[in-house]
């Protein structure tokens, strides 16, 4: 079955650490996106991809640093600079670039110890 | 930046009743999008709409897209508990080559 995989499920970090995120997609996208979620709020886009090997900042990109790889997958490393982790972290990708519709992931919790 | 207005922002509804939800914009739209998120999961997509008036069903729900292409609506008909959940809408702006722009979404609740 083609989708969107999010790992892990939960991720506590202790301050100061850097925490990487996992998506992984077999529906052979060639966009990729994160997004923050906090209680109440909308989706904020923090970075995309459009193409392996390139990428761009969101609204949100500050503290935060993607890599693009291999098409398949997008690893989020939310960073020690990142003054406030704590959020549902959403991966989508797309078939085409910005604009297309968005399929997501299941998400990311993290929280902060 | 640009405005999605969703509305509303929550409901409670006894299960059976009829649900209508609207996303606004003084912009005009390429496209409208609705959404549904569990609790603690990601959204799925319900129904995608990329056309002025289009009129889609997808089981229970229907969406359109307005004429002005500045609104889309999304009906629930004879809600049941699992309709419980957040609904997004969203869109891309016309003549942008944009990212999608997210409602902040409505909050469905469902009384037994």
């Known amino acids: 079955d083609g989708g969107i995989t999010q790992s892990p499920k939960y991720l506590f970090r202790k301050e100061g650490q850097n925490v990487t995120l996992s998506c992984e997609q077999n529906?052979?996208?060639?966009?990729m996106y994160w997004y923050r979620q906090d209680p109440g709020q909308g989706l904020r886009l923090i970075y995309y991809?459009?193409?392996?090997?390139?990428?761009q900042k969101g609204d949100i990109a500050e503290g935060y640093s993607v890599s693009r790889e291999k098409k398949e997958s997008f690893p989020l490393t939310v960073t020690s600079a990142q003054k406030n982790p704590t959020a549902f972290y959403l991966c989508?990708?797309?078939?085409?670039?910005?604009?297309?519709?968005?399929?997501f992931g299941p998400g990311t919790r993290l929280l902060v110890l | 930046g640009q405005q999605l207005n969703q509305s509303p922002q929550s409901m409670f509804i006894q299960e059976g009743e009829d649900v209508s939800m609207n996303c606004t914009s003084s912009?005009?739209?390429?496209?409208w999008l609705w959404y549904k998120q569990d609790p603690g999961e990601g959204p799925v997509l319900l129904i995608a709409?990329?056309?002025?008036?289009e009129l889609t069903s997808n089981g229970r729900l229907t969406a359109q897209f307005g004429i002005t292409r500045k609104d889309s609506f999304l009906n629930i008909s004879a809600s049941i508990p699992s309709d419980v959940g957040i609904y997004f809408c969203?869109?891309?702006?016309?003549?942008?080559?944009?990212?999608?722009?997210f409602g902040k979404g409505t909050k469905l609740s469902v009384k037994p």
């Open positions: 989508a990708s797309s078939i085409g670039g910005l604009g297309e519709t968005q399929y």
């Open positions: 529906l052979n996208h060639d966009a």
């Open positions: 991809s459009q193409i392996v090997n390139d990428f």
């Open positions: 912009s005009i739209f390429n496209t």
């Open positions: 709409l990329y056309k002025a008036g």
């Open positions: 969203a869109g891309q702006l016309g003549g942008s080559q944009g990212n999608l722009i």
